[in-house]
Structures are given as C-alpha cells and as structure tokens.
C-alpha cells in the first residue's frame, strides 16, 4: 500500500471525546500532540477546555499520543536551554501519563526556526509536524518538516478526499490533516467531518496509521 492516510489533532481538549468515538466508529487512527505541563489537575476540566489525564489516558487507546512543548510555548521566542527543557518535561510527563514512549511532535502555534529543530534533534522525538497546508499529498522530505495537506475544516477538504481515494501512482502518497476537535463548533461541522472519514475509511489500497506509523510504513516502501 502506497498511499497512507494519518490524523493530527492538537491540544487534548473536550471535543476529543467525541472526535474519538467518531475516528474508532471508522476504525480511522489520529495523532494527539499534548502539553504534559497544562492537564487540569482534577476532573474538572479548565479555562481552553483541556481534558484532565485520567480521561485522556482512556481515550486515546487506539491512538498515538505525541508532544506538544510542556507550556505550549512559542518555542522561537526562548532560549535554547528553555527550548530544551519546554521538550525534555513534555516528553516525560507523556512518556510517564500514558506509559509509552514518545516519539511525535507538534510545533505549538506551528512555528520554529533552526534553534527549535537544533533542540528537537538533541531529543528522542524523530519528526514535528507544521501548519503549512500544501493541499498536495506530497510524503515529507525531512521528518522535522511535515507539512499537512489540508486543516480539518479546509473548504477544499471533501475534495482532495475523493482526490485521494481515487488516486492510483506508483509513488508512495501521503494525505495528512491536522485541527483542533474545538474547531467543530456547528453540527454542519461535525457532519461534514463524518462526510470526510466516509469516504477515505475501508480502503484496500489506503494504510491507516498515526503520523508514526505512516512513517514508519513509508520507511519499509
Ligand atoms: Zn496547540
């Protein structure tokens, strides 16, 4: 299978739930990029909606959990022992929250610079992800780079669903959307969503994956 599909969603918030319920009733995986330093600290859930541990430890079961920067920083704006530290926390609180190790980044706010990349590459973490939409299926050149090819709410996104599913290219092909669950407001949103994952979902010829396993499957092509 040449062509893969992965999910990337950011910040661990309510709408998680059910975004969740909604990817494993297609049986479609996503990458989860959380901030180990702002999970609430009870049940309750806090100011951005942020999901407390214990609930997200049993959501993500059938997903990947990925990092985020422990404080969601600006990462451009620190220095590079601040970069450091906002990666090394991050990735323990995750590694120890969801008994795993982590692998996966998000930039926070999608920005960086050389200094971050030169801090991520210091790290355990093998790639970080943008929010520069290319709108193209493109597989990334450099894993610190991986460009998205649409937002979950992109205007063109049943589009270049149907593009891809009727895709056939003896290259290997990657279609990557990335969002926030918080962004589905309106039922026209979460509806349209659905209409998305009905048509790329139960493909023989699609792989189905988080950001790491597609990478690693574009690894064995
Ligand atoms: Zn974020």
Redo the contacts with the bound molecule.
Sequence with gaps: MNKMIALSF??GTMNDERLVRLLDSYQIKATF?LNGGLFPSSDQTTEGDRLPLNCLKALYTNHEVAA?GFT?PDLTKLSDHEIHMELIKDIEALDHGFDQSTFGFAY??GVYDDRVIGQLTKTKLVYARTIEDTHRFDVPKDFYHINPTCHCKDIDLLNLADQFVHLSSKEPQFFLVWGHSIEFVTNEDWARFEEFLKRVSHQEDIFYGSILECIAHLKKQ
């Design positions: 950011d910040d990029h985020h969601h926070p706010f």
